[in-house]
């Protein structure tokens, strides 16, 4: 999770999200060298006192300024694209878990399963254990087998939210009446906060997400326990 003073993302936790951080230092490398081109332009504008009579009038600089920019138009737009796709595949899920947002709550249900389904609350400051993170812990964990293809499908039942997890790359939103669905792979076991990322209300800020991705065999045990609650 993001820590204080961080200047860039958190840790990627699925192959998407590893895309997207190779994408950002992709096109910050190209915003920092026409950054430092221009500069250099105007400081030599600015400081010299000569003037090149073939820049004044000159076809081929011309020609050149035109093509250059649709050519790094072109080389951050192939990347994005290809990126963009990736979010949208879904490919043969293990498990699908629906998220339906609440004011101030989300609660899951294992659709593979006949009855599991829980709603996580976020625990108050008071009732946090050492080492806990305020605003970020629920009382229920949406737990997830690692390196595996899961699926998300996320809705609302008053109004607008959004299932955001910003180590796993995701961020969809939760409208009423309306089903989105999203698909992960946890590439490592942990756990992985996230919050609603959509103004909804009063307390918008106290609707936290936590992910939990663990070994196969420990999410099964972890299923059928709960089975066994219900």
């Known amino acids: 999770m993001a820590h204080p003073s961080q200047l860039g993302f958190q840790d990627a936790a699925s192959p998407v999200m590893e895309e997207l951080l190779h994408f950002h230092d992709h096109a910050l490398m190209i915003v ?3 950054s ?4 250099y332009i105007i400081v030599a504008m600015v400081s010299t006192k000569l003037t090149n009579k073939f820049i004044l009038d000159s076809q081929e600089i011309e020609i050149i300024w035109t093509v250059l920019p649709a050519i790094i138009l072109i080389l951050i737009a192939l990347p994005s ?3 963009l796709y990736l979010m949208d595949e879904v490919n043969s899920p293990l498990l699908t878990i629906k998220a339906v947002g609440h004011q101030w709550y989300w609660s899951y249900e294992y659709t593979d399963y006949e009855d ?9 400051t008071q009732d946090l254990s050492p080492g806990q993170f305020r605003l970020l812990e629920a009382d229920h ?3 997830i087998p690692v390196e595996s293809p899961i699926r998300v499908l996320v809705s609302a039942d008053d109004v607008l939210h959004s299932w955001a997890v ?3 790359g995701i961020k969809m939103d939760a409208v009423p009446g309306r089903l989105n669905q999203t698909a992960f792979i946890a590439s490592r076991a942990g756990i992985f906060y996230g919050q609603c990322s959509e103004i909804c209300g ?8 936590v992910v939990e991705a ?3 065999e420990h999410f099964e045990n972890w299923s059928s326990r709960m089975l066994e609650d219900a």
Do not use: C, E, K
């Open 32 to 34: 920092f060298l026409i």
């Open 36 to 39: 430092t081109l221009v500069l």
């Open 81 to 83: 694209l290809r990126i």
């Open 116 to 124: 599991l389904g829980f709603d996580a609350y976020m625990i108050p």
């Open 141 to 143: 964990r949406m737990v």
């Open 166 to 168: 910003p180590a796993l």
């Open 202 to 209: 009063a307390n918008h800020s106290f609707m936290p997400i």
């Open 214 to 216: 663990v070994p196969l």
